[in-house]
């Protein structure tokens, strides 16, 4: 019971943290970051986060879903992050994940993307 409540708490702040910084993000970089994820991500992880993209059917292992709130518990914005510039192979994870080497530059950017992935965790 009580690693249930801890999980949930972690999972409140983390997401109550990511809705502060999304305020603080530029409204440019929260469009590029909505375009970028239309045109890269949703074709693996679907639109809607769930690992169902059009792209994704081939795919082995699976897309993340991202709406998975033990998933979204598990990991910090640092992980995302790292994740969505230097491709899952950079975190261990599935070298099927691209990196985004573009984005380096675009720190503003990669915390849009990231607070659109916590996002998901409520759906």
């Known amino acids: 019971m009580r690693a249930r409540i801890l999980g949930m708490t972690i ?12 305020e603080n993000i530029p ?8 375009q970028i994820w239309t045109t890269r991500c949703a074709l693996c992880h ?15 292992p699976k897309p993340r879903d991202m709406t998975d709130k ?7 914005d640092k992980h995302i992050e ?8 950079a975190a261990n994870l599935s070298p099927m994940m691209a990196a ?4 380096e530059a675009k720190p503003e950017v990669v915390k849009a993307l990231c607070a659109k992935v916590r996002s ?4």
Request: charged share 15%.
């Open 11 to 22: 999972a409140v702040l983390a997401l109550a943290g990511t809705a502060w910084a999304a």
């Open 27 to 34: 409204a440019a970089a929260v469009t590029e970051a909505d």
């Open 46 to 60: 679907g639109a809607g986060g769930k690992g169902d993209g059009p792209a994704a059917a081939p795919l082995n």
């Open 70 to 76: 033990k998933w979204q518990a598990s990991v910090d």
């Open 82 to 89: 790292l994740v969505i510039v230097k491709g899952g192979q």
């Open 100 to 103: 985004n080497p573009d984005l």
């Open 120 to 123: 998901l965790g409520g759906k």
